[in-house]
């Protein structure tokens, strides 16, 4: 059993940044490639970046990249997803996600373990 939690969700202005955190335990971190994905009200569950089990691998949405980027800390067993330049339609609950098969997971079932989301709310 894997648990994430992530962090760092909250109220920002349109342009400006977040920092979400997610804290992995109960398995060793680097068994995992890990991803993001987001979900709107009245939305289904998005993908956002993906990261691959060393972190040198990465890929992320049209509609974010250029703006947000994915990384991992493995010795902390961390995964970071920095947002800059945020508009209102980033509003929605962040979802860290791991999964164990090798490579970057795109989709949302082909992730194994969620965590409860966060709270990202960006004002016009």
């Known amino acids: 059993q894997v648990d994430l939690v992530e962090s760092g969700g909250g109220l920002v202005q349109t342009g400006g940044s977040l920092r979400l955190s997610c804290r992995v335990s109960?398995?060793?971190?680097?068994?995992?490639?890990m991803g993001w994905f987001r979900q709107a009200p009245g939305e289904e569950r998005e993908f956002v970046a993906a990261i691959s089990k060393t972190g040198l691998s990465t890929s992320d949405a049209a509609l974010v990249k250029g703006r947000f980027r994915i990384s991992r800390d493995n010795a902390k067993s961390m995964l970071y997803l920095q947002m800059n330049s945020l508009k209102p339609d980033d509003t929605a609950v962040y979802y860290c996600?791991?999964?164990?098969?090798?490579?970057?997971?795109?989709?949302?079932?082909?992730?194994?373990?969620w965590g409860p989301g966060t709270q990202v709310t960006v004002s016009s």
């Open positions: 109960g398995r060793p971190f680097t068994d995992y490639g």
């Open positions: 996600s791991a999964r164990s098969a090798d490579g970057l997971g795109l989709e949302t079932a082909e992730y194994d373990f």
